[in-house]
């Protein structure tokens, strides 16, 4: 099959996903929209050439709604026969996006595609696409009838359940702020695309930075915060629970957007472009819906299985962190290396928007490898619902 190859991956800084947040102003089309224009921009790509835009978006309602893909598409000044569609795989949309554009390059279905992902949680609050209808009452039901619970109560349940208490989970978290500003400097900046935008006095402003980004964090300030999810009735369906999940030791609302350039190898040279990396191997899996943050576990095991690989062969591991105790327990499942864990930094200090993390997690892992030399990355992330996606790339 035709190799699949990354010319590259590029991201909008992450803003606060609130009202006053650094990218509030700007709305999630225009946020996508930017950033595909820069893409097509730097690489002097002719934006017709492209087959396809694969976008991941969760929350698909009010500026989020009706196909966002295509409204950036056209927003960025796309020829309007270049298609463009949108998917929901929760958190992992845009590493699914990435992957079905490289099933699509690999199958010879396309020769070149942008693989891209935006959440603007400041404008499109997570769940607003709901309303009134509890998605856990009707069929789900029946086979779940105590309910479904949200992924906070999920992170709770596996640090009772693993024992991963508040002081390990703090600490955690402030490693993830301790390395992300460590990177800062000398990582990050090549894959962030400024965005110009207005503030709330109304200046025109360019962020350059993640806004998420905490250099001063400590366990010790992580330590006085108050658990986010507790409640009476939660606690007495899980007694087990002891409440240690707080805002501090889990991902931020944020605001932002990806986007990766994906071509055949073939396709790349007639052009000119020299591939960052090479798609290696993908998977998918399903876990506990309850539990629902496990997937990431089953997702490796699964491709390194395919695959023949060992982590030990792996220079970098990015695991998405929704909440501390997913990285904890992943990283305790396998007993790998902590310092190719998230090296510089993950979601708690970089934030998670939705949509665009799978983008952004890639943008880290690659920039990361390209630094330090490394030869192969593998992202996995766990997703709602109780589903995980795993990727492994070739640095070139």
Same mark, same amino acid.
């Given at each position: 099959?035709?190799?699949? %190859?990354? %010319?590259?991956?590029?991201?909008?800084?992450?803003? @606060?996903? @609130?009202?006053?947040?650094?990218? #509030?102003?700007?709305?999630?089309?225009?946020?996508?929209?930017?950033?595909?224009?820069?893409?097509?921009?730097?690489?002097?790509?002719?934006?017709?050439?492209?087959?396809? %835009?694969?976008? $991941?978006?969760?929350? *698909?309602?009010?500026?989020?709604?009706?196909?966002?893909?295509?409204?950036?598409?056209?927003?960025?000044?796309?020829? !309007?026969?270049?298609?463009?569609?949108?998917?929901?795989?929760?958190?992992?949309?845009?590493?699914?996006?990435?992957?079905?554009?490289?099933?699509?390059?690999?199958?010879?279905?396309?020769?070149?595609?942008?693989?891209? =992902?935006?959440? &603007?949680?400041?404008?499109?609050?997570?769940?607003?696409?709901?309303?009134?209808?509890?998605?856990?009452v009707g069929p789900l039901a @029946?086979?779940?009838?105590? $309910?479904?619970?949200?992924?906070?109560?999920?992170?709770?349940?596996?640090?009772?359940?693993?024992?991963?208490?508040?002081?390990?989970?703090?600490?955690?978290? +402030?490693?993830?702020?301790?390395?992300?500003?460590?990177?800062?400097?000398?990582?990050?900046?090549?894959?962030?695309?400024?965005?110009?935008?207005?503030?709330?006095? $109304?200046?025109? %402003?360019?962020? #350059?930075?993640?806004?998420?980004?905490?250099?001063?964090?400590?366990?010790?300030?992580?330590?006085?915060?108050?658990?986010?999810?507790?409640?009476?009735?939660?606690?007495?369906?899980?007694? !087990?629970?002891?409440?240690?999940?707080? +805002?501090?030791?889990?991902?931020?609302?944020?605001?932002?957007? #990806? +986007?990766?350039?994906?071509? &055949?190898? !073939?396709?790349?040279?007639?052009?000119?472009?020299?591939?960052?990396?090479?798609?290696?191997?993908?998977?998918?899996?399903?876990?506990?819906?309850?539990? /629902?943050?496990?997937?990431?576990?089953?997702?490796?095991? @699964?491709?390194?299985?395919?695959? =023949? /690989?060992?982590?030990? *062969?792996?220079?970098?591991?990015?695991?998405? !962190?929704?909440? +501390?105790?997913?990285?904890?327990?992943? *990283? &305790?499942?396998?007993?790998?290396?902590?310092?190719?864990?998230n090296p510089a930094g993950g979601?708690?200090?970089?934030?998670?928007?939705?949509?665009?993390? =799978?983008?952004?997690?890639?943008? &880290? /892992?690659?920039?990361?490898?390209?630094?330090? $030399?490394?030869?192969?990355?593998?992202?996995? /992330?766990?997703?709602?619902?109780?589903?995980?996606?795993?990727?492994?790339?070739?640095?070139?």
């Open positions: 099959m035709t190799t699949a %190859v990354i %010319v590259d991956v590029i991201r909008t800084p992450s803003g @606060k996903g @609130k009202p006053g947040g650094s990218l #509030s102003g700007v709305h999630p089309a225009t946020l996508l929209a930017d950033l595909l224009a820069e893409l097509v921009r730097k690489h002097d790509l002719d934006p017709a050439l492209v087959d396809d %835009v694969i976008a $991941g978006c969760v929350t *698909q309602s009010g500026e989020q709604a009706v196909n966002i893909a295509r409204t950036a598409v056209l927003a960025a000044g796309f020829p !309007e026969s270049v298609p463009a569609t949108t998917i929901d795989r929760q958190c992992g949309s845009s590493q699914q996006a990435a992957a079905f554009a490289a099933h699509g390059v690999a199958a010879g279905t396309y020769d070149i595609v942008i693989a891209c =992902g935006v959440e &603007s949680m400041s404008r499109a609050p997570m769940f607003s696409n709901v309303g009134d209808k509890d998605p856990n @029946k086979r779940f009838p105590e $309910g479904l619970v949200s992924q906070g109560i999920g992170a709770e349940l596996i640090a009772a359940r693993w024992k991963f208490g508040r002081e390990e989970l703090d600490e955690y978290a +402030a490693r993830s702020h301790r390395r992300a500003s460590e990177a800062a400097g000398r990582q990050q900046v090549d894959q962030i695309v400024p965005v110009r935008t207005v503030d709330g006095s $109304g200046n025109e %402003v360019l962020v #350059s930075t993640d806004e998420t980004v905490r250099p001063s964090t400590t366990a010790e300030s992580l330590g006085g915060l108050r658990p986010v999810f507790q409640s009476e009735a939660m606690s007495q369906r899980f007694p !087990e629970i002891e409440w240690s999940i707080t +805002a501090g030791n889990s991902s931020p609302l944020t605001d932002g957007a #990806s +986007a990766a350039l994906i071509m &055949s190898e !073939e396709k790349a040279a007639a052009l000119g472009l020299t591939p960052r990396a090479r798609f290696h191997s993908f998977s998918v899996a399903g876990s506990d819906p309850l539990l /629902m943050l496990t997937g990431p576990i089953p997702a490796t095991e @699964k491709i390194l299985a395919r695959t =023949g /690989m060992t982590l030990d *062969q792996i220079d970098a591991y990015e695991v998405n !962190e929704a909440f +501390a105790p997913v990285p904890l327990l992943w *990283q &305790s499942h396998f007993d790998t290396d902590p310092e190719r864990l979601a708690i200090a970089l934030g998670h928007p939705l949509g665009a993390s =799978g983008g952004r997690l890639l943008a &880290s /892992m690659l920039t990361y490898l390209e630094a330090t $030399g490394g030869r192969y990355g593998l992202q996995t /992330m766990c997703e709602g619902g109780g589903m995980a996606n795993a990727t492994i790339i070739e640095r070139l």
